[in-house]
Antibody, heavy 117, light 107 residues
Framework: EVQLVQSGAEVKKPGESLKISCQGS????????IGWVRQMPGRGLEWVGI????????RYSPSFQGQVTISADKSISTAYLQWSSLKASDTGIYYC??????????WGQGSVVTVSS | DIQLTQSPSTLSASVGDGVTITCRAS??????LAWYQQKPGKAPKLLIY???SLQSGVPSRFSGSGSGTDFTLTISSLQPGDFATYYC?????????FGQGTKVDIK
């Protein structure tokens, strides 16, 4: 069974750093792109970026380029999304998902990130 | 960026109704379009990929069509579990975008 299990909820202050994780199982993690999707409170879905764990190649939406870093460690089947300096506008739910055929076919449960002073 | 515009933003319908949601892309995306269903407090669920391919396990009352810039999601006969928000999503040149969503609620 394909599963993506994400790290838990985080509460941070503006300016702090954060790294959230997404561990995959039930499939060949190195052979699929893994992506991240943001959903701000009460809003729609936003495509953040994707990473290929096989060679750590990462691609970003222009809206998120330079704002976040996506990485992966294929040895532990885990992808990451990180911020070096959080802003209040980073508050939201972040989903990881397996990317195949141009779509996200399996999703994690979501990680809630709250940034507030 | 390729922009996606969904219409309508909200749709009121009854159980048994047929409904259609449209998604228009700002540039030609051939058939790189997917549709998702999201219920409150839940992760999105993939329904359709490559414009018209039904994801495994998704009921056949869901169908997708279109190519280029104009796409549609059709639900042939709404069931109680179909009241949700639907999103289209495109993928082109290693980047993607979502439409703004269409909420299907009970009339």
């Amino acid at each position: 069974e394909v599963q993506l299990v994400q790290s838990g909820a985080e509460v941070k202050k503006p300016g702090e750093s954060l790294k959230i994780s997404c561990q995959g199982s039930g499939f060949s993690f190195s052979s699929y792109w893994i992506g991240w999707v943001r959903q701000m409170p009460g809003r729609g879905l936003e495509w953040v970026g994707i990473v290929y764990p096989g060679d750590s190649d990462s691609r970003y939406s222009p809206s998120f380029q330079g704002q976040v870093t996506i990485s992966a460690d294929k040895s532990i089947s885990t992808a990451y999304l990180q911020w070096s300096s959080l802003k209040a506008s980073d508050t939201g739910i972040y989903y990881c998902a397996r990317h195949y055929g141009g779509a996200f076919d399996y999703w994690g449960q979501g990680s809630v990130v709250t940034v507030s002073s | 960026d390729i922009q996606l515009t969904q219409s309508p933003s909200t749709l009121s319908a009854s159980v048994g109704d047929g409904v259609t949601i449209t998604c228009r892309a700002s540039h030609n995306i051939t058939n790189w379009l997917a549709w998702y269903q999201q219920k409150p407090g839940k992760a999105p669920k993939l329904l359709i990929y490559k414009a018209s391919s039904l994801q495994s396990g998704v009921p056949s009352r869901f169908s997708g069509s279109g190519s280029g810039t104009d796409f549609t999601l059709t639900i042939s006969s709404l069931q109680p579990g179909d009241f949700a928000t639907y999103y289209c999503q495109q993928y082109n040149n290693f980047a993607g975008t979502f439409g703004q969503g269409t909420k299907v609620d009970i009339k």
